[in-house]
């Protein structure tokens, strides 16, 4: 039973070597989920950076491109807009006070994380507006939001949060680095338990076995001995039979003796009882034989005939006399027929009690007869019985003395098995030893693991401390950045009605300017038709005249460079032409001129309201 305890106590041990193991396996994942925590944190402070960078070039491309600037920062802010990132996985709730820290940990993180993006975004979107309302606000002053001061302030702003970020990487990678040697010291002390625990096991075992060899053994010894115990107590139940056989014959003439001795005694008493009714019956019948005389009497008295007048008197007096005694009479008849009952009773009661004494006396001779043959049975069973009891105690003395021999014996190997047992003990008693051993060591680790579990605590809650304290300076530096937001919306807005004006009179210069194009235009047009057709009348009279010419060409058929062609084919040809032909042709060159020009700035100059 206490190898077994034993064993029981050797298995809790490894079960709580295993929750250990547990918990340290627990206490790694929870590290790997960090790692993958931080690895998330890692992919959103890269997204974030390149949302910087992605601005910046914006707010250099609209300071070097102007007009395209607006439709640039809107595109940055939408996809700073459309790229909030993952907010953190969730702390998720661990099995200890450990998981439950480094959960809320997390979500500290990730609630800064989710700070730094939406002042990023807010970033983004007063560095856009500033950045396209710069070209238009030059003449007038010089923006705050230039690209060299804007990415300084973002720079100035982001610094913090980048250390911050920085500082928990370093902080979660030192954490790391302890959990994975804890994990390794933890192993081998697991796994040094683990052999102890094996080798333990192996030395239960060996004195299991052994014991249930001892057991087999006193088994056998004990089923020997409870043979030989059975033998010497049906001996002795059968001794034990034999005397109570003796005693029951004792108890038998005893009986029989009590038995004469109660009949002698009841019919003692039977007989005085009936001495003492005869005795009675006759005071009875005395005095009924007086109350009958008395009777005979007084009936005789009655039935005397008046003679004289003394006797009538006397008769009267014997009336009255009669009368008074009327009452007396039937009491005394009544009596009289009761006496008679009981006469009649007691005299059969008398014949019954005669019957039944001799019928007592008659039983009271078979028992003595039955008494005396039984007393000399009861001796000659005596004497047959120690006769018997005499040999049979012979027999009993032989074998006792045989069974204290193997009595003996059986003590002897009992001694034999209190020495192994004693050393089973003594063993027992080094692996109790061993065992405390492990438990001593497992409760040092326990209190290890504690102690280190309080210096993890004691570091979370610095931490968080710290956290606090940057977050509130965060916040602080948020309320700044939010306050100066809205500032710089306010000029924003206030550019944004300068631009309008500054739009509204461009387009209205526009429109005079294209009207007075469009007058001008048409005047050039009525002043080319005018020409065309002073050019038809000078070739129909250039062919009236020379007599030899090219076919006439239509008059909105042929390009403008005609008249110039025409004019070199004339001043080549004709020698003897008039001086102001030529000044006609120049002319019209010159219109034709001016009408390319007029072409050219009308494909070039937007319609009204094209801005």
């Given at each position: 039973?206490?190898?077994d305890a034993l064993a029981a106590q050797l298995r809790s041990a490894e079960a709580r070597a295993r929750e250990a193991g547990q918990a340290a396996d627990r206490l790694h994942q929870e590290l790997r989920d960090t790692e993958a925590r931080e690895r998330q944190l890692q992919a959103d402070l890269a997204a974030t950076q390149e949302l910087l960078l992605h601005a910046q070039l914006l707010a250099t491309s609209s300071s070097a491109a102007g007009g395209g600037a607006g439709e640039g920062g809107g595109g940055g802010d939408a996809a700073?807009?459309?790229s909030p990132g993952p907010a953190g996985a969730p702390g998720t709730s661990g099995h200890s006070s450990n998981a439950a820290v480094l959960s809320a940990l997390q979500q500290r993180v990730a609630a800064l994380q989710q700070v730094v993006r939406i002042q990023e975004r807010e970033l983004l979107r007063l560095g856009a507006p500033e950045a396209t309302l710069s070209p238009a606000a030059s003449p007038v002053r010089t923006p705050p939001g230039s690209p060299g001061s804007g990415d300084a302030r973002w720079e100035n702003l982001l610094r913090p949060w980048r250390e911050q970020v920085t500082a928990l990487h370093e902080q979660l990678a030192r954490g790391v680095v302890e959990a994975e040697e804890r994990r390794l010291e933890w192993g081998q002390q697991l796994g040094e338990m683990r052999?102890?625990?094996?080798?333990?096991?192996?030395?239960?075992?060996?004195?299991?076995?052994?014991?249930?060899?001892?057991?087999?053994?006193?088994?056998?010894?004990?089923?020997?001995?409870?043979?030989?115990?059975?033998e010497l107590q049906?001996?002795?139940?059968?001794?034990?039979a034999l005397e109570q056989q003796l005693a029951g014959r004792d108890a038998a003439a005893q009986a029989v003796r009590r038995q004469l001795l109660t009949f002698k005694a009841h019919s003692e008493q039977q007989m005085a009882a009936l001495e003492s009714r005869a005795e009675q019956l006759g005071a009875h019948a005395t005095r009924l034989s007086y109350a009958a005389s008395r009777l005979t009497f007084v009936l005789r008295l009655a039935a005397l005939p008046p003679l004289l007048s003394v006797a009538?008197?006397?008769?009267?007096?014997?009336?009255?006399?009669?009368?008074?005694?009327?009452?007396?009479?039937?009491?005394?008849?009544?009596?009289l027929a009761k006496m008679g009952r009981d006469r009649e009773v007691l005299l059969r009661q008398l014949a019954q009690v005669q019957a039944a004494a001799a019928a007592y006396d008659s039983q009271a001779a078979q028992v003595r007869q039955q008494v005396q043959e039984a007393v000399a049975a009861a001796e000659e069973l005596c004497r047959r019985t120690e006769a018997a009891a005499g040999v049979r105690l012979a027999r009993l003395t032989v074998r006792v003395h045989d069974l204290v021999k193997q009595v003996d014996q059986l003590r002897a190997a009992q001694r034999r098995a209190s020495a192994h047992r004693r050393s089973l003990e003594d063993e027992r008693d080094r692996l109790r030893r061993s065992l405390e051993h492990a438990r001593e060591a497992e409760t040092e680790l326990a209190r290890q693991l504690t102690s280190r579990a309080d210096d993890m605590h004691s570091q979370v809650a610095e931490l968080k401390a710290r956290h606090e304290e940057a977050l509130a300076v965060e916040r602080r530096r948020a309320a700044e950045a939010e306050r100066l937001s809205s500032k710089a919306a306010a000029e924003c807005s206030a550019l944004e009605r300068q631009l309008a004006k500054m739009r509204e009179v461009r387009s209205q210069q526009e429109d005079a300017r294209l009207r007075r194009l469009q007058t001008q235009l048409h005047e050039q047009e009525v002043q080319l038709r005018g020409l065309?057709?002073?050019?038809?009348?000078?070739?129909?009279?250039?062919?009236?005249?020379?007599g030899s010419g090219s076919p006439p060409e239509p008059a909105d058929s042929r390009p403008m460079g005609g008249v110039q062609m025409g004019s070199a084919t004339m001043a080549a040809g004709?020698?003897?032409?008039?001086?102001?032909?030529?000044?006609?042709?120049?002319?019209?060159?010159?219109?034709?001129?001016?009408?390319?020009?007029?072409?050219?700035?009308?494909?070039?100059?937007?319609?009204?309201?094209?801005d």
């Open positions: 039973m206490r190898a700073a807009e459309r052999e102890q625990f094996s080798q333990a096991r192996t030395l239960l075992e060996v004195l299991e076995q052994r014991s249930r060899e001892q057991r087999a053994e006193n088994a056998q010894l004990q089923a020997r001995g409870a043979q030989l115990a059975t049906a001996e002795r139940q059968r001794a034990a009538v008197s006397g008769v009267a007096d014997a009336n009255a006399g009669n009368a008074s005694d009327a009452p007396l009479v039937a009491v005394l008849r009544q009596e065309r057709r002073e050019r038809n009348a000078l070739l129909a009279t250039l062919r009236k005249e020379g004709k020698a003897g032409l008039r001086a102001p032909r030529p000044r006609l042709t120049v002319a019209a060159a010159a219109v034709v001129t001016d009408a390319k020009k007029v072409v050219a700035v009308l494909g070039t100059v937007p319609g009204p309201g094209g």
